[in-house]
């Protein structure tokens, strides 16, 4: 009788232990609202987490903010179309991916200023940095493929086939990156030393695969599906662990791994947050209202808040989300 009593017991610490853990991580709220001046287009945002920068996307130009003083820094101009920027300290360069004229903008990190402009496949739009091989990779999306650049020397290695429609991309720090094809419902697996595609996983029952986020240690992707869930895929094995809920149109996702809590942004004006119980189970912890089509976001590691762009009565504007 005292063994039936203390197995639930033995077992009920961790859950308990997992609940609490899961509710203390709630509590988001947008907090402040940064207008910025300009019209057009927004994509991508991009925290360097070292430098103190916030990079967003603004139809032909990249505004560049302060993140702890939230003030605006400066911007880099003439990036046509602009979806996203992909950061390289080791080379103190910036990578902005243009979609009208199919090219990648190197800039100085200190001064913002361009230094070079490389051509890419057709419409590039997700872009990246490979700290292990020391190659950006722009993602082009009128041309299914994607360009590999070195980081140091600013020239295109090569192009690589990807066979449907790349969305967004992440990679592991140890030579793969791994990239949505949202019209196929894959995520590809690339190596990025010998670029060629290893392997394309089917990611049932979650379709359009449009946002992608990665836990690095624990070898977990974190794919957020227009099908309203967000898969939970084995980075070796490429199998589906498990999906759950999220908002409509998710756009961007993003993984916290000191809080283990993963982030959906969605075009409805919400973002959904799930915790990291452990690597194979997680559970939801809030869905926070943010603003109509504020669908992108990024989040800053060092604070734990989170930044997304929208358009909110004509005023294009950045969202900061915290607690």
């Not at 794919?223 to 084995?234: N, P």
């Not at 149109?249 to 942004?265: C, I, M, R, W």
Request: net charge neutral; hydrophobic share 40%.
């Amino acid at each position: 009788m005292r063994r039936c009593l203390l197995r639930p017991a033995i077992f009920l610490i961790p859950i308990c232990a997992m609940l609490a853990a899961a509710a203390n991580a709630g509590g988001y709220s947008v907090t402040k609202k940064i207008p910025i001046p300009g019209q057009g287009s927004w994509d991508y945002l991009t925290v360097d987490e070292d430098a103190r920068r916030l990079y967003v996307s603004h139809g032909t130009q990249v505004e560049v903010l302060d993140i702890d003083s939230l003030n605006v820094a400066g911007n880099i101009p003439k990036t046509l179309g602009v979806h996203g920027v992909a950061i390289a300290p080791k080379f103190g360069r910036g990578f902005v991916s243009n979609g009208q004229t199919s090219s990648v903008t190197i800039f100085d990190l200190k001064s913002l200023k361009p230094i070079a402009d490389v051509p890419t496949g057709q419409k590039p739009d997700a872009i990246i940095y490979d700290p292990a091989t020391s190659r950006v990779f722009a993602f082009n999306g009128g041309s299914n493929s994607a360009t590999a650049i070195d980081a140091a020397t600013g020239k295109a290695v090569s192009t690589v086939d990807l066979g449907g429609g790349p969305e967004f991309a992440a990679a592991d720090g140890k030579g793969f990156v791994f990239d949505n094809l949202e019209d196929e419902n894959l995520v590809l697996k690339i190596n990025a030393r010998e670029l060629k595609v290893e392997q394309r996983w089917p990611i049932a029952p979650c379709s359009s695969p449009s946002s992608m986020a990665m836990d690095r240690s624990n070898r977990r992707l974190f794919i957020g599906c227009r099908s309203k869930v967000m898969a939970v895929l084995d980075a070796d094995t490429g199998k589906v662990i498990t999906t759950l809920p999220i908002g409509d149109h998710v756009d961007a996702t993003a993984f916290d791994p000191e809080t283990k809590l993963v982030f959906n942004s969605n075009g409805e004006g919400t973002i959904t947050v799930i915790h990291q119980d452990s690597p194979d189970m997680y559970s939801i912890v809030e869905t926070v209202k943010t603003a109509p089509r504020a669908k992108t976001m990024a989040l800053d590691p060092k604070t734990h808040r989170l930044f997304l762009s929208t358009t909110e009565n004509g005023q294009f504007e950045v969202l900061v989300v915290g607690k």
